[in-house]
C-alpha cells in the first residue's frame, strides 16, 4: 500500500563536523501530515530513507506498517525516514550513537524539537535506543522491535564471520559475490529452520560439489537481488557498527514498546526480556512466535503496527 495522502519531500542532511569519515550529508525523506506528529522510522542496516514509498510513486520497504491505512499512516503522522551514515571505504564503523546524533541533526533540518516517537526495527532499534538515552529531550517515546541493549555473542560470531568474507572478496577482486555470499549467510540467521523445511528439501542432485540446492538457489538469489542497495565497503562498515552497540537501559527515560519473536537467532527472546527488565518505564514487551524470526518485522509487519499503533496513539 503506498502513501498518497501527501507529496514525499527529499531532505538532505548536513553531518556533525566529527563524522566526516562517514561522508558530509546523508539523505532523508519526510512524508505524511505536515500538521501530525513527526515519526522517525528506521530499519536493518539494508533499510533506506523509502520507508513508505519512493517520489515516483513506488512501494517503500516497509508495507503492511507504514502507508495509507496502516499503523503508521500518512493522513495522521509526519514520516521521517533516513539513509544512515556509512564508510564508503569500508574502513571504520559508525556506532550507534553516530546514527542518534544524525537522526537529531535530520530534525533539526525540519526545525523540529523533538519527534513524537522513533520506531526501530533491529539496526534501527538500536539506534532508537541510543537517542532515547544520550538525547532524552529528542523524543517522546520509542518503539524497539527486535533489538537489545547490546549486541548477542552469536550474532556478533556470525557477523564478523560475513565481514571476513567480504573482506576476502574485495581482495580477491570478487567484492558481488562475497557479498552475495554473506548475505545468504546473514539469512540463515534471520529466518528460522522450520522456514526452510517448510519450504525447501534438503540435500543435492550428483556428485558435484557446487551443485546448487533448493535452499541455496534461494539464498544465492536474496544474496543477488542484496547487491542493489548494499555495497561491500559500506556493508562492512554497518555490519561491524551493528557490533558496537551498548546502552545503559537503565538512563532511557521515554516510554518504550519492545516487540520481538520467540524465534529469533539475533536477538534471542531472552535479550529482549533482560532490556525490558532494565528500563524504568516499560510500556510492553511483546515476544510473537513467528515463523520468521528476526525478519518478523518485516513479514509480519500488519502485526507488528497492531502492536504499535495504539501506542502512538496514546
Not at 544524525?102 to 525540519?110: K, N, S
Not at 529452520?193 to 544465492?220: H, K, M
Request: glycine fraction near 12%; hydrophobic fraction near 45%.
Amino acid at each position: 500500500m503506498l502513501m498518497r495522502s501527501s507529496p514525499v519531500v527529499e531532505l538532505e542532511v548536513p553531518l556533525p563536523g566529527d563524522l566526516a569519515a562517514f561522508g558530509p550529508t546523508t539523505r532523508g525523506i519526510v512524508s505524511g501530515n505536515p500538521s501530525g506528529r513527526l515519526i522517525v522510522a528506521l530499519g536493518g542496516i539494508s533499510g533506506n530513507r523509502f520507508v513508505g514509498g519512493t517520489p515516483g510513486g513506488g512501494a517503500g520497504w516497509w508495507p503492511g506498517l507504514v502507508g495509507d491505512g496502516w499503523a503508521v499512516d500518512p493522513a495522521r503522522y509526519r514520516i521521517l525516514g533516513l539513509d544512515y551514515a556509512a564508510d564508503s571505504n569500508g574502513r571504520a564503523a559508525p556506532t550507534t550513537l553516530d546514527q542518534a546524533r544524525i537522526v537529531c541533526a535530520a530534525l533539526d533540518a525540519l526545525g523540529a524539537p523533538r519527534a513524537h516517537a522513533i520506531m526501530g526495527a533491529s539496526y534501527g532499534g538500536m539506534v532508537a535506543l541510543s537517542l532515547a538515552e544520550h538525547f532524552p529531550d529528542r523524543v517522546e517515546k520509542i518503539v524497539v522491535i527486535s533489538a537489545g541493549a547490546e549486541p548477542h555473542a552469536a550474532a556478533t560470531a556470525a557477523r564478523e564471520l560475513q565481514r571476513r568474507v567480504v573482506a576476502l572478496g574485495i581482495a580477491a577482486g570478487a567484492a558481488n559475490e562475497a557479498l552475495a555470499i554473506a548475505r545468504g549467510m546473514a539469512m540463515m540467521t534471520y529466518r528460522t529452520a522450520d522456514e526452510f523445511a517448510l519450504r525447501f528439501a534438503g540435500g543435492i542432485d550428483g556428485e558435484e560439489t557446487l551443485c546448487r540446492s533448493e535452499p541455496g538457489g534461494y539464498l544465492r538469489a536474496r544474496g543477488e537481488a542484496f547487491l542493489a542497495t548494499m555495497t561491500p565497503h559500506r556493508f562492512l562498515s554497518l555490519s561491524a557498527s551493528i557490533d558496537r552497540h551498548q546502552v545503559d537501559p537503565s538512563r532511557i527515560a521515554a516510554p518504550a514498546l519492545l516487540i520481538g519473536a520467540e524465534s529469533d537467532q539475533l536477538v534471542p527472546a531472552q535479550q529482549m526480556r533482560d532490556l525490558a527488565a532494565g528500563l524504568p518505564n516499560l510500556a510492553g514487551l511483546h515476544l510473537r512466535e513467528s515463523l520468521y524470526g528476526h525478519d518478523m518485522f518485516l513479514k509480519e509487519a500488519a502485526e507488528v503496527g497492531g502492536l504499535a499503533g495504539p501506542f502512538f496513539k496514546a
